[in-house]
Structure formats: C-alpha cells, structure tokens
C-alpha cells in the first residue's frame, strides 16, 4: 500500500520536532559563522585602512619634506602648497590611527610614539622654514644640511615598519579566524545536513516496514472481509432454504390440518346433521319447544359445517387447485370487501406460475388484506395481477394512512414474511408507502413457460364489494 509520504512526514510524532532540531541547528550554526565572518571582515577592513593611514603618514611625510626642499631652493610660494596639504593630511591621518588603536594598548604605545616622531619631523620641517623666513640662512642651512631630519626620518619609517608588521601579523591572525569560522560553519552545515539526511533514511526505512505491515494488514482485512463475505452469502443460502422449507413445512402443516378437519370434523358434523335428522323422523308430532330446538341445533351443525369449510380454505385454499390463481383471489377479494365493507377493484389476468409461486402469491394478497384491515383505515384497495414479459406482477395498493419505510417498526413481521416468500420463489417485492399516502406491495416472480392448451378467458371483477 502507497502511502503519500508528506502525509506520513506530518503524522510522524518525531518528523516535526527533529526537523526542528535540525533547522535551528543550521540557523545558529548559518548566523554563528555569518556574525564571525562578518566582524572579522569589518577588522580586516579596519586594518586595511590603518595599513592605508601609516603609508600615507609616511608619504605625507615626504611630501612635506619635498615641499619644503622646493620652497628653500626657488623661494616659491607654490611649493608651500603641498607641504601645508601634507601636514593636514597627517595630521587627519594620526588621529584616525590613534582612534583605531585605542582598543590595543601595545599598539597604541607604538602609535603614540609614531606620533611624537612625526611630531617632531613636522616641527624640524617648520623650524627651517621659520629660520628662512626669518632671513637666517646660514642657520637654516646648517639645520637642513645636520642628520637631524634625516634620523627623525629614520624613526618614523621604523615606527610606521613596526605598525605595519603588527598589522600584518593581525590580518594573518584574523584571516586565519576567518577561514576556521567558515571551516567550522561548513562542517557544521555538512553535519547537520548528514544528520537530516540519515534522519530522512531511517524515517524510510520505517516508512518501508510500514507499507509492508500496513500491506500485511490490508491482506489480512481483506481475506477476513472475504471469509466474512462467504460466510454471509452462506448463511443466506441457509436461512432462504430454511425460510423455504419452513414455509414448505407451514404449507404442509396446513394442508394436514385442512384434510383432519374436513375428513375427521367434517365426519362428525355430518354425523351429528344425519342424527338429527333421524331423531326428527323418529320423534313424529313434536311439541313446539322441541321443534325450536331441534332447528336450533341443526342450525348450530350447519354453521359449523361453513365455520369448518372457511377454516380449510383459510388453511389450504382449494380453489388454487379447483379453478386458479385469479379466480381465488377474486373470490379472495369479494370475501374481504363483504366482511370488512371496504369495495376492492380487481384486474387480474391469467398466468402461468409453479403451485409454490401460486400459493406465495395468494397468501401474499392474504397478508396485504389483513394489513390493511388492521392498520391501513383505507376506503378503497386495488388489486392487479399481470404478466409483463418472463415475470408475473402482482400489485395490492390502498388509500389508506401508509408509513414511512425508513422508520423500523415492531409490527412489520408481515412484510418481512412476505419478502422471504417471494424471494424464496426467486422473486423482488417492493413497498412504496408515505404518510397520509398509502400503500402499495409489489411482487415479481419469474413465470413458468405457458402451456401448449389455450389459456382461460380474462376475470376481471370491477367491484367485488
């Protein structure tokens, strides 16, 4: 059985917290490295910039000098111009040294001492041109011509040598970090994404044992629901055949009992009419009491004699036998709407069914009648019986109360006995019925092949009332 995995992914009780897991590990491990990185590229600028300020320091430096060597020759103003730009340039570039170097003090002693150093260059240089200015020359040129500058010079490259080598020692360190943060980050993204990825292994391998114990399971259901299928499709085949054979045996049962009451009953009420008879031949001239009596009881024989003859065809109508399914329900129908004073519009035709079909049937209009003179309060009952192709249709429909099919009812045994009836005879029966919208019952039971005689003429019975 295929499973969607996504589906599966979100019903996982441990997919959700160890993606989780795995996602803010490769955030922190993302943002950790990106903080570092990021702070030490910014140093390394920083210590870009500072290598930028010593060069410039130590060019402004000579600059200066070369402006003042130009002045001192040609006694042009035009070379003050650069030695005053240099000057303002140093003087910028020491105070962005120092303020880069606050932070270190090794660093800041060698800045603060660079500063002095230029300091002093810068003083020695204005000092000479004070002097020209001044119109001392041989002051001046014995100043410019001393090793003074020259050594203040020296100083001040071995400062700004020992600055930048510090500086360059701290770019290689930070370049160092820089490259362990981004090995680290890397290993770490690699980790986790191992991680992620032996996690999304073993979630499909537990997925795998899944499908096959899910698929294990879904035989098993399967070959249960097919046991269970067999065994209803049996027990059905067993309880037709024995709602079959228990209304074979009732049939039987009443076919016995019609032949005891008509042969043993029927003796005795003959027997008891036949004495009665003679006991009224025997007695002559009889007081008018006797008389009255002796009508009495042989009108009590006669009764009983119809009691019994309605009984037998209650149990065993022999009108099926003697004239055929739409005769007796016709006469069915006239004794209904004589003792229950309801009119009954028979259309019934001929047909050609079995004797169990036929006795199904008739006892089906039987039950019907009954369920309406009990439940229905109808004032008008119709009843059809025709042939439409391989089957026979049998319709009973009144204008009575009617129910609602949906709704189960105790008092329902009898269409439940009907449907057995008509299914034991490889027939369907369908009730229609609504409140306040009657009732109709219809049965279709397969006919049997017509007979090589002509069939009897049509009964039809407009209102058997």
């Not at 024989?301 to 019994?308: C, E, F, S």
């Not at 709704?407 to 306040?436: D, F, I």
């Amino acid at each position: 059985m295929e499973v969607n995995l996504w589906v599966q992914l979100r019903r996982s009780p441990f997919a959700l917290p160890l993606a989780a897991m795995v996602a803010l590990a490769v955030v922190v491990i993302n943002e950790t490295g990106y903080g570092e990185a990021t702070d030490t590229v910014v140093g390394l600028g920083g210590r870009a910039s500072t290598r930028i300020d010593l060069q410039e320091i130590q060019r402004g430096i000579l600059e200066a000098e070369s402006g003042q060597r130009g002045y001192l020759l040609t006694g042009r103003q035009s070379y003050l111009e650069p030695y005053n730009r240099s000057v303002e340039k140093i003087d910028s570039r020491l105070r962005s040294l120092i303020n880069h170097y606050v932070d270190d003090p090794a660093s800041t002693v060698l800045a603060r001492r660079l500063e002095e150093r230029v300091r002093e260059k810068l003083s020695e240089l204005a000092t000479t041109l004070n002097l020209y200015a001044e119109g001392k020359q041989d002051q001046w040129r014995e100043l410019l011509m001393s090793d003074i500058g020259r050594e203040k010079m020296e100083e001040v490259r071995r400062d700004v040598q020992a600055l930048l080598v510090a500086e360059t020692n701290i770019i290689a360190s930070e370049r160092e970090n820089l490259f362990r943060t981004l090995r680290y980050s890397r290993i770490g993204v690699n980790v986790m994404a191992a991680v992620a990825l032996l996690a999304l292994f073993l979630f499909l391998r537990k997925k795998q044992a899944l499908d096959h114990a899910l698929a294990d399971h879904a035989l098993a259901l399967q070959a249960d629901h097919d046991k269970l299928e067999q065994e209803v499709v049996r027990r059905t085949a067993d309880l037709t055949e024995l709602a079959q054979h228990l209304e074979t045996a009732r049939e039987d049962e009443r076919g016995r009992l019609a032949r005891e009451l008509h042969d043993e009953l029927g003796a005795l009420l003959t027997a008891a009419k036949l004495d009665a008879a003679r006991l009224k031949r025997s007695l002559g001239q009889m007081p008018v009491e006797v008389e009255d009596k002796l009508k009495r009881l042989n009108s009590t024989v006669d009764q009983g004699i119809a009691l019994k003859r309605r009984i037998i065809e209650e149990l065993r109508p022999s009108l099926l036998s003697h004239l055929g399914l739409a005769p007796a329900l016709e006469i069915q129908a006239k004794e209904f709407a004589q003792r229950s004073d309801i009119p009954v519009r028979a259309q019934l035709e001929p047909v050609e069914l079995s004797d169990n079909a036929e006795i199904s049937i008739y006892r089906l209009v039987q039950e019907s009648l009954t369920n309406i003179a009990k439940y229905a309060y109808a004032s008008d009952i119709a009843i059809t019986l025709e042939r439409v192709g391989e089957r026979v249709h049998i319709a009973v429909q009144d204008n009575g109360r009617g129910f609602d099919p949906k709704v189960s009812r105790h008092s329902a045994h009898g269409l439940m006995g009907m449907r057995y009836r008509v299914e034991a005879q490889g027939g369907v029966l369908r009730v229609t019925s609504a409140p306040g919208q009657g009732t109709t019952v219809d049965a279709w039971l397969p006919a049997d092949p017509p007979a090589t005689t002509a069939p009897s003429p049509s009964v039809t019975t407009r209102d058997a009332a």
